[in-house]
């Protein structure tokens, strides 16, 4: 039986980290994950749960979050006509295959290997939210034939090793295709679905040692439900402040806060 105490820190640093999750995804229209994930990581390390496996807590939790937000995003763009069915159902078998295949893998790597994957993937994501222009283009439509066969299973793939929806590669993909950034942030909302819902049935199978209390497989309970009303909550006060602030400027700041955060992810991955 987990420690009372335990337990109560566990809900207060959890309510902490959806409140914030939900005002950074609202504010700069990133998906949580790429904060949750992190956030999961020291909050589960600080309170003692420190086992091979935690990385992999981590991400499925993430995940299992994203299914809620991203079909409750996707759902309310659909009713304003910005989602683009035709590249969800263009992609989405190949996004899907690659999220299995991220499970797979993900399952048998330690949890240090994990934190490495983050880290640099992060700082990739870092690099383009500080330094990437909206003028930038890789083309003028979304590619096809071969290249979406080798593509779209990258994004499920990469996705899933860092337990994060459609957002974070989505959107500057779809983007930079020629694509509306409204009209991107909306059907990537839909990739984040895709790849949510096969990876959390494939973690829901996985045995994890020394799990945090009332986990299912890989995917921590309390921190699910605890996370999701918190960022239902937080996210409509993100929006509001950033129809009051400059954009631009605190994609700056997250840029950098990321950076941080996936640099800091490398030091622990290599034992510094």
């Known amino acids: 039986m987990p420690d009372t105490m335990l337990l109560i820190q566990m809900v207060i640093l959890l309510i902490v980290i959806g409140g914030l999750a939900g005002v950074l995804a609202g504010l700069l229209g990133v998906g949580g994950g790429i904060v949750l994930v992190p956030a999961f990581f020291y909050a589960f390390q600080t309170l003692g749960y420190d086992g091979p496996q935690l990385m992999q807590v981590c991400l499925a939790t993430s995940l299992a979050t994203i299914i809620v937000t991203s079909l409750r995003s996707v759902l309310s763009h ?13 992609w989405g078998l190949g996004i ?16 240090v290997v994990l934190q490495g994957i983050f880290g640099g993937l992060g700082l990739v994501i870092g690099a383009y939210l500080g330094l990437g222009r909206s003028h930038w283009r890789l083309g003028e439509a979304m590619p096809k034939g071969i290249t979406r066969a080798i593509v779209s299973p990258m994004v499920g793939f990469l996705s899933v090793l860092m337990g994060i929806g459609g957002g974070s590669f989505g959107v500057p993909l779809i983007s930079l295709y020629g694509t509306p950034i409204h009209r991107a942030v909306a059907t990537a909302a839909g990739f984040g679905v895709i790849i949510a819902v096969p990876s959390v049935i494939g973690f829901l199978f ?11 497989g890989a995917v921590n309970g309390p921190s699910f439900l605890l996370v999701i009303a918190m960022t239902l909550m937080t996210a409509p006060l993100g929006v509001r402040l950033a129809h009051a ?28």
């Open 78 to 90: 659909n009713k304003k006509g910005a989602v683009d069915w035709t590249i969800l159902r263009g």
């Open 96 to 111: 899907a295959i690659g999220s299995i295949i991220g499970v797979l893998v993900a399952a048998n790597l330690r949890s």
């Open 206 to 216: 996985l045995d994890v040692q020394d799990a945090p209390p009332l986990t299912l």
């Open 245 to 272: 602030t400059d954009a631009a400027r605190l994609r700056r700041i997250f840029a950098v806060f990321l950076t941080l955060v996936a640099l800091n992810m490398l030091r622990k991955a290599v034992g510094w």
